[in-house]
């Protein structure tokens, strides 16, 4: 119970501090808006999958390997903020949950048409 505990309180303190980073550091007219929708940590606390919903861009992939670049440098910036035993390396790929929602609505939508159309 407590390691699950632990596990939330770091992706949260991560979340948090990754998402000020990305405001001030990457986040540019450019690159549309990023936000980090949820971080996940692995049991041993060593990984941080980081899940990103990106607005306003066309080439999320280019943004991808943007971060990948900058990762050094974020998880050293992480590092200076949260005092933990390890430094985790960071996972970034886009959630796609907003675009999973989107789809089932417009299923749904279609479903009533269909209904008002036959009724």
Do not use: C, W
Request: hydrophobic residues 35%; proline residues 1%.
């Amino acid at each position: 119970m407590d390691s699950h505990y632990r596990q939330q309180r770091v992706s949260s303190l991560i979340k948090e501090e990754l998402s000020r980073l990305l405001i001030e550091l990457v986040q540019d007219s450019s690159s549309g808006l990023i936000t980090v929708t949820r971080v996940e940590m692995s049991k041993d606390l060593k990984s941080a999958y980081v899940y990103l919903s990106l607005f306003g861009t066309q080439d999320k992939n280019r943004l991808l390997d943007l971060l990948e670049k900058r990762k050094g440098f974020l998880r050293k910036s992480i590092a200076s903020k949260i005092k933990l035993k390890y430094n985790p390396m960071l996972i970034f790929s886009l959630d796609t949950t907003a675009d999973y929602e989107e789809r089932i609505e417009r299923i749904l939508k279609d479903i009533k048409k269909d209904e008002k159309g036959r009724g």
